[in-house]
Structure formats: C-alpha cells, structure tokens
DNA sequence: TTTATATATTGCAATATTACGATTAATATT
DNA sequence: AATATTAATCGTAATATTGCAATATATAAA
C-alpha cells in the first residue's frame, strides 16, 4: 500500500526513519555537503550548483527546511540557505546512537 | 518522475543516499535494532516481533542483506539472520564522515 | 507603476515503495 | 512418500516520491 504503519513502531524508531528518508536522495545529500562547503548562506547558486530544475531544488529544500535541518532568510529577492547546525547537532545523536549500537555488540554469532 | 538521476551525482552522494533509504523504514530500523539487541542470529522471531505480515518482513530483510547490513544463514527450514558487522563499521564510516560535516564549520551565519 | 529577478506553489505524469494474500520452494518430521 | 514448517517469490492494490512546465508570489530596480 506504499504506507508505512508508523502506529506499530516507537518515536524513535520513526524520527530515525525520518531523518535517514531526508537523506535518502542524493539531490539532498547534494544540498546539505554544498550548504557545508561553503560554509556561509547560499542565495541562489543551488539551482546552477546541483543540476536539477528550480522548482524541484525548491522542493528538496522545503524537505529539509521541515525536518529543520536547514534554515532560510529572505535576502531581499532571494532567500539564503545554511545548515541549522543546532538542529544538526540534535539529528546526529540520534542517528549516532542507532549507528553506534554495533559497539555494544560483545561478539558476533555467524 | 519518481526516478532520481543518479548520474549527476557522485558515487559517495549516491551511495550514502542508498544506505539512508535502508533506514528510511521505521520496520527496518526495528529489525536491525531487534537484531542488534538479542545479539545472536535471529530465527524466525522477526515476523513476531515486528507486527508486519511474514511476506513483507521477508522483503524488508531481502532489502537489508541486498545492501549487506545484514546476513542470513540457512539453519534448516529457518533462516537465521544477524548483522553484518564488518560491512556495519564501513558502512558507518560512510555516514559518519556525511554527519560529522558541521565539526569542519568555523563559525555559522545566521 | 512597470519591469526584472528569484523563489514558491500547483498540477500532473512517471516511477518507486509498501503491504499482503496466494503460492512456491526447501527442508524436517512422521 | 506424505505432511508440516518456514521463508521466499509473485501478483497486485494503494500510496509516496520525483521531476518539471506553468503559474503565482514577492521584492528590487527602473
């Protein structure tokens, strides 16, 4: 049904899911390792910079903009874009601790 | 078109994106949560413990061995599934190195 | 106020994902 | 061999995602 049952799973199994969905196109991903690079506001460039159509790229980063990842200001007619590194701080112990938990693994079984 | 154009982007974009949506499923990531917790193989239990029907558990594992998070052993007529530890630690180097982005920011913008 | 520029929204077509009933395959048990 | 058990596969319906043309919106500049 193309419907996940997030009903039967816990919060945090969701927000994991979320998150990792967020990063699950390499468009995004595209984004969010721009947005770093050049490590100030972008205002416009992302269009030329990933090879896709405006209205798609905007798309993508009102994605991103809901799960709080990136932040815009409106820059008179752009809008600038950057990383809301407090969010991403937040995002990261969360999927650290789901990526992590290899660690408390005392030996493997196969 | 519901196809993302892989070829525009780079193999590590692509890749990182092909292991978030792995874990862009809240029944994924309980499965690999269950297999992490009972750490041993697991046989059978899945489809119990997670409240899906036995063929869409089925294809969820299918997704995860495909990706070689996880392995399966015929034990049988069970087949005993646990993770894939090796490919697990670089599969978080991967991930790590895309999350840890923000440790490279100086200072933000905005 | 008109025009230019930049971004967002809408609508839609193509493709992907999710879920499960029915069935199949493979091995164990009797 | 016949039967039971377990997991994989097939087929299909429902829903989600992706991408973009067309359009709308909002501000700046002339």
Redesign the pocket.
Known sequence: ?????TEMFTDQQNEIALIA?AF??P?RVAILQHLFKINTCV??DL?NEIG????????????LKLLGLIK?N?E?????YCIDTDNWAKMKNLMSDFLNQDLDLKEGCC
Chains 1, 2 share one sequence.
Do not use: D, R
């Open positions: 049904m193309g419907l996940a049952k969905k699950g196109h468009a205002c416009g269009v896709l159509a405006q209205p798609t790229i905007s798309q993508h980063l009102k994605e815009g409106v008179g007619t752009s809008v600038c």
